[in-house]
């Protein structure tokens, strides 16, 4: 178990450019969530997988995002034309998806949008 | 919709001293979990304790414990014999019970420094 790792941990990108990140989970870990942190904040919900299934998106995932999980293992966050304002801290987090179990987060990937 | 407030963005702390974080929250729920979170400088967040509304017991782990009052919608986190490694941003945390429903709602944080 090596816990949930994130790539990249920091991302440069000009305004309007697209970025994508990836996230591993944590082996067997059914459920996997994306999260983003702006600075001075909590981290706020975007979305979660069950599997590959996309079962709950937040309003915070505008059309420019999008997220996916095609095998039910990995999943990927683009965010398209960037903007100022995307820039902030992803963080992924995986679980196994009983109730309860507990939401293991990874280290992030820190977005710098110039 | 639930939130969550914290109410002291940082706090500072003897080594070897208790410091008591403060947390309130809202909810129409009856039924959910309670949680503190605890995010190290550069390093990933890991769960501290958490507390289940339904169970009175407040929840403790070694020098971890937390106040939990239901009425009033408080949580509040007391370090105890608090250490340098426990400098950090703690983060409290709500989740509804439901299965499906299975986002976490986080406060703004406090940032804890220890001194030496």
């Known amino acids: 178990d090596t816990g949930v790792s994130q790539d990249p941990r920091h991302k440069i990108t000009k305004r309007g450019q697209n970025v994508t990140f990836r996230c591993d989970p944590i082996?067997?870990?059914?459920?996997l969530y994306w999260y983003r942190q702006t600075l001075g904040q909590g981290p706020e919900f975007l979305t979660y997988f069950q599997n590959e299934a996309q079962l709950e998106k937040s309003r915070l995932l505008s059309d420019r995002f999008s997220a996916e999980r095609p095998k039910g293992s990995f999943s990927t966050l683009e965010i398209q034309r960037t903007e100022q304002g995307d820039s902030a801290m992803y963080l992924c987090?995986?679980?196994?998806?009983?109730?309860?179990?507990?939401?293991?987060f990874g280290p992030g990937t820190r977005l710098t949008v110039l | 919709a639930q939130t969550v407030t914290q109410s002291q963005p940082e706090m500072s702390v003897q080594e070897a001293e208790t410091v008591t974080l403060s947390c309130t929250y809202d909810?129409?729920?009856?039924?959910?979990?309670l949680f503190w979170y605890k995010q190290p400088p550069s390093r990933q967040m890991i769960l501290v304790i958490r507390q289940e509304a339904y169970k009175q017991q407040n929840a403790t782990e070694n020098r971890f414990s937390v106040n939990f009052q239901k009425a009033a919608k408080s949580f509040s986190l007391k370090i105890s014999d608090s250490q340098l490694g426990d400098a950090a941003m703690y983060f409290c945390a709500y989740r509804t019970k439901g299965n499906r429903d299975d986002k976490i709602i986080f406060g703004k944080g406090t940032r804890l420094h220890i001194l030496p």
């Open positions: 082996s067997e870990h059914n459920r």
């Open positions: 909810t129409s729920e009856s039924d959910y979990y």
């Open positions: 987090a995986s679980s196994r998806g009983l109730v309860y179990d507990e939401q293991f």
